[in-house]
């Protein structure tokens, strides 16, 4: 149990720190606590009900008196409906709020200030969050688009190239860097770790969050699992951190964006095929078992999850925290779209190919196509990925599927999510 815990430990500090750029980690805890929830336990409304929202105000864990609640109330991601105050002697308000007559999330955003610091809270009620539909258009050419990719794909050798990391290596596993060939010259690199006792493994292929940083070995490899973390950029993943800063505050700052106008060349293509380059090499490996693999992430990882699930035949399971790259377009009716968030301020006149391109890498349109069982969560209040587009995705996914919802969760994860999805990858994993 102890090993566990170490365990889930290392991995929710590892994914903090790739959680770098786009990402949040889990905030550290304030000393005052602004706490908003609605009204109904589950969060959850029926169209045409009217969702209040109820605040308290705890510093210390003792409620704050007479402070004065500021709050917005209005669709996720979209200008506020309505804005107000209330001085509260208690601590404790009740915001009145509003109803909404289509699927989607209405937030509470509040904030008050105490010891002459800011401090902010939001809450977000569901509106038949079951029923929320995408957006995005299906292109009729899109199985041929990605067929073709594939295709482009097949024809290049893997050209594996591997290197030991003696410092990440353990009693139990060895750990390389490894890099593979991918189109338009150009290689995906990545950490393997391989357990060292002899036999046929089942694998994880873990694709990362958005950004650009250096990777550690997995785990669970230690617990009989051949892992595989790769990177997306096409660049070493084992290189001082001041490289990657610099990546990410200069050539790599809005890769996302990088030829979105050329459905071909968009940066994407390459990225997506490159998961699909890491599948191909799993399987060429002695130590894999053949046919146990699952795909695996986070934000932009669960982006990619979906579109590598969905692309692939070969993955057999895959285990998504809250999606990026999903429902883009939904900016274009009135309601939030998907991180990366590029049609939040849409010129059409600066960019009039984009809303053609996008359809082609949303991953909603690979989400339709999935056929195997995964496993999902994420929660209501996420600023980056919105709930919206999240079951946008989600809903539309015709296979069978666990959601695991943490209500409050933003942007972060809790350990028992972590405990949850060992649980369900090792279960289906290891039968």
Known sequence: MKL????????????????????????????????????????NYKLGEKANFDVQILQDGRLVPDVKIQYTLGLEKMPPMEEGDILSETGQAHIVGMKINT???????????????????????????????????????????????????????????????????????????LNIANIKNSRIYGVLSIPKAPGKYPAILRVPGAGVRSYDSDLRAEDGFITLKI????????????????????????????????????????????????????????????????????SQGGGLSLVTAGLDSRIKYLAVFYPALCDFTGYLQGRAGGWPHMFRNYNEAEHPNWVKVAPYYDAVNFAKRIKIPGWYSWGYNDPTC???????AYNIINAPKELNIYLETEHWTFPEQWEEVDEWLYKNLKK
């Open 4 to 43: 566990k815990l170490i365990r889930i430990l290392c991995v929710v500090v590892l994914f903090s720190i790739e959680s770098i750029n786009t990402l949040y980690a889990q905030p550290a805890k304030s000393r005052v606590q602004v706490i908003v929830t609605p009204d109904h336990t589950d969060w």
């Open 103 to 177: 699927p989607g999330f209405l937030g509470c955003e509040v904030s008050v200030s105490v010891n002459n610091r800011i401090y902010k809270g939001k809450g977000r009620a569901a509106f038949e969050p079951q029923n929320i539909l995408p957006t995005v258009k299906n292109p009729t050419d899109f199985d041929a688009f990605w067929a073709q990719a594939k295709a482009e794909l097949a024809a290049i050798p893997i050209d594996a190239k591997l290197r030991l990391l003696p410092e990440l290596c353990t009693s139990k596993i060895n750990v390389y860097e």
């Open 386 to 392: 919105p709930p919206t587009s999240m079951f946008a």
């Open 231 to 298: 990177g997306i950029h096409g660049i070493s993943v084992r290189m001082d951190d001041e490289v990657y800063k610099n990546l990410k505050s200069g050539a790599l700052k809005t890769y996302w964006a990088n030829k979105l106008d050329d459905l071909d060349n968009y940066y994407y293509k390459r990225v997506y095929l490159g998961c699909v380059r890491a599948v191909d090499y799993i399987f060429s490996m002695d130590e894999f078992d053949g046919e146990n693999i699952a795909v695996y992430g986070a």
